[in-house]
């Protein structure tokens, strides 16, 4: 992967709104992802606008940072491991499994990493499309991190690994689990591909556009925004693409100029 120029990382550093200083540490790793998960939001709108979901590095640049979208898992955080390549961090790529409703472990379909700094393992994830890490936290089990509204930690999954959970509701609920088995750019391309084409994928099935912010979190599922924020949810139906157009713009700061198409169609 070819690192980015100075005049590419001044450019995503301005898109993602960071002004600060870019050292080989652990407070700018946390900046960085901070300010990444606040201001990129999780989308599939692709799909939906009969575009094919690009993982080369010249391709999330253009759509990240020249067109200001967001993406999911495989082209944020592809995104941002350019960014810490750029910037001297060493990482390790990894695959979690997602849990479903049922809280049954799916196929090995999400990107995240592990970056080694100041003598510590972080697990760092800036493209999660559930309630997902704003910040990075160490490869610790049982300690509860704090970020903004939500609350965090790390469990041992029995079969090995580590379970990722999210406070919701006053319970811990499991996102993922993943082990520290190293992967390969090459084994996104295919969870990325069965995730594009597969008629039974989730992401074929619905819009899905979500973002943390410092009082909740944002999700635009289909026409429905659920606004987390204040000890409280409120929800907001557009009623059109039009009026979803409009509410993308206001609380993602996403421009849709295209139509949207089924991508099953």
């Known amino acids: 992967m070819t690192p980015l120029t100075p005049e590419q990382l001044d450019a995503y550093l301005h898109r993602i709104g960071h002004s600060g200083p870019v050292a080989n540490d652990a407070d700018t790793l946390t900046a960085l992802h901070t300010a990444h998960t606040l201001n990129v939001p999780f989308e599939n709108l692709d799909l939906f606008l009969g575009r094919a979901i690009a993982l080369e590095p010249d391709a999330l640049f253009e759509k990240i940072v020249t067109r200001r979208r967001g993406g999911w898992c495989f082209e944020m ?46 697990v760092v994830d800036v493209g999660f499309g559930g309630f997902g890490l704003i910040a990075p936290i160490p490869l610790e089990e049982e300690t509860v991190h704090n970020q903004f509204a939500q609350e965090f930690r790390l469990v041992r999954d029995p079969a090995g690994g580590y379970i990722l959970q999210t406070r919701l509701d006053a319970k811990w609920d499991s996102q993922y689990v ?8 090459r084994d996104y391309e295919y969870a990325n591909y069965y995730l594009s084409h597969a008629p039974d994928s989730i992401f074929r099935q619905k819009r899905v556009v979500t973002q943390p ?19 409280g949810t409120r929800t907001v139906h557009a009623a059109d693409d039009t009026e979803y157009k409009r509410l993308l713009r206001e609380h993602f700061r996403l421009a849709i100029d295209e139509g949207f198409v089924d991508p099953n169609r």
Do not use: C, Y
């Open 178 to 185: 993943f082990t520290l088995e190293p992967s390969l750019p």
């Open 213 to 231: 912010t410092e009082n909740g979190r944002l999700k635009f599922s289909n026409l429905e925004l659920k606004i987390w924020g204040n000890g």
């Open 77 to 122: 955080n592809g995104m941002f491991v350019r960014v810490l390549q750029t910037t001297g961090f060493k990482f390790t790529l990894l695959a979690a499994r997602v849990f479903d409703e049922d809280d049954n472990p799916g196929p090995r379909s999400h990107q995240l990493q592990l970056v080694r700094v100041e003598g510590r393992d972080w």
